[in-house]
């Protein structure tokens, strides 16, 4: 091995736990804890707007349109670096938490309202029929179908919420794409570490999806409707 | 058991029933015929308000209710009234996501609060009477469209309902397996449970009636016994109806 090789290789070695240690203190816990929250939110939200409250329907219709119309980053500045000019200040954490979480609140609404709705209406009148309220319809029937058909475009938002955490770089969290930021500046091999930083979020981001599948089966096992056929 | 005085219904400014008066006894069975676009299936689901009627009165056992303008139906009323009676569908509409005995367990749990080993036992009882206990654990994509409607019919028998009503119950299914769900629709009859059908299937209403009714264009245009109907209908329109159903070509 030649010099430039060697100190290559020290240093990806050097850095690979640092990097993986900043992914398990940050990256992972600010993505479980956005995409619960997120998903909680969603869900809320699309419940308002198939609801007939017209007011609420109009408070849901319009964070729904601030958050998926702003650019993530700028939501994250305007929470961390805004807000405390009106005395609101956030401990980096937490603001990238409620900024992630607004937005996986938003977008998801939106795939949880058009699972409900893709539900067949012979499915709400099966259960009218057989004496249920709207409610009991809702959480008995239609949610548990929609849960399915929601998986796979949730499961989509979680990976793009595991990618979109390193943008909490920005307002100061050491999360793993923050600590690649500060390696580099040491070293200065930005190839070789950015390069890193990016297998470590492939990796995260399979282990994480193979849950997918796992959900996946999970609803199969549970209905009738056994997917992958063609 | 069931009375429906003056009931019509408007989609928009298209008027679908234009006033029907009906009387639904207790232990019968009532066929209703017509072209397609009479307005039956309409009439049907009005009788358990999947559709809101728009004027006229409709009582179903003992529970009687009014609509016309300013007359805005409550909740409570509307759940009263349905849960006299049980629906049989013409797609089945059985719950994918749960199995066969859980489908006909979910009214009288969910909705009549009953106990979980008391439902389960009337479910398989009344599984047993449309012939299928074996399928108790199989979800319904695993069985043949006439398997679904009998469990269909079971689940609807589930909940104790004074009035069943079919729409369309053979409409969905292959030739081979209209039979089985007429013989437990005719086994019911025989029973004695009141029934309101809408169906094609005239050999069966000849046969299990005691009363039909032909609908045309949104209002009543015959009603008698089989016999009156089929051998000697006054109307010309009740014959040419009956002559095209015979003879389609």
């Known amino acids: 091995m030649d010099d430039r090789s060697a100190r290559l290789y020290h240093i990806f070695v050097e850095s690979f736990l640092p990097l993986l240690k900043a992914g398990v203190e940050f990256t992972i816990p600010l993505t479980l804890v956005s995409f619960f929250f997120g998903l909680l939110l969603a869900f809320l939200t699309a419940l308002v707007r198939l609801s007939p409250v017209t007011p609420l329907k109009l408070i849901a219709r319009f964070y729904v349109w601030i958050f998926r119309g702003t650019p993530l980053i700028v939501q994250l500045f305007i929470i961390f670096f805004g807000l405390p000019s009106i005395g609101l200040t956030l401990s980096p954490f937490l603001a990238a938490s409620i900024g992630f979480s607004l937005s996986v609140g938003a977008y998801g609404s939106e795939i949880i309202r058009a699972a409900i709705i893709s539900i067949p209406q012979g499915q709400w009148e099966a259960a009218y029929s057989i004496g249920m309220t709207k409610n009991q319809a809702l959480r008995r029937i239609i949610i548990p179908q929609a849960l399915k058909v929601s998986v796979p475009p949730l499961s989509n938002s979680f990976i793009s919420l595991i990618k979109d955490t390193s943008l909490a770089a920005s307002i100061t969290v050491t999360e793993m794409f923050q600590k690649a930021q500060q390696i580099t500046a040491r070293y200065y091999e930005p190839m070789l570490l950015y390069c890193e930083v990016a297998v470590i979020y492939l990796i995260f981001s399979t282990v994480l999806s193979s849950l997918q599948n796992r959900l996946e089966r999970h609803f199969d096992l549970h209905s009738s409707n056994k997917g992958s056929r063609l | ?249």
């Open chain 2, 1 to 249: 058991m069931i009375e429906i005085k003056q009931l019509e219904k408007a989609f928009g400014d298209h008027q679908v029933l234009k006033g029907i008066d009906l009387n639904i006894e207790k232990s019968k069975v009532m066929v209703i015929i017509g072209p397609s676009g009479s307005g039956k299936t309409t009439l049907l689901r009005c009788m358990n308000l999947l559709e809101m009627p728009t004027k006229g009165a409709l009582r179903v056992g003992d529970f009687q209710m009014t609509f016309g303008e300013g007359n805005v139906p409550k909740q409570k009323d509307i759940l009263s009234l349905r849960r006299k009676s049980g629906m049989v569908f013409q797609s089945y509409n059985l719950f994918p996501h749960k199995t066969v005995l859980q489908n006909i367990m979910e009214g009288p749990v969910i909705v009549q609060r009953k106990k979980q080993e008391e439902a389960e036992a009337r479910a398989l009882q009344l599984l047993d009477k449309v012939g299928l206990k074996e399928k108790a654990q199989a979800y319904p994509e695993q069985l043949s469209g006439g398997q679904q409607q009998r469990v269909g019919i079971a689940r609807a028998m589930a909940v104790n309902p004074e009035v069943l009503l079919f729409d369309e119950p053979t409409s969905a299914l292959d030739p081979e397996l209209v039979g089985e769900v007429l013989g437990v629709m005719k086994e019911l009859a025989l029973e004695g449970m009141t029934m309101v059908v809408v169906t094609h299937e005239m050999k069966f209403a000849s046969e299990v009636a005691d009363q039909i009714v032909l609908l045309d264009q949104g209002k009543i245009l015959e009603q008698g016994s089989p016999d009156d109907i089929f051998n000697h209908p006054k109307e010309e329109r009740t014959k040419s109806f009956l002559s095209r159903l015979i003879d389609p070509i």
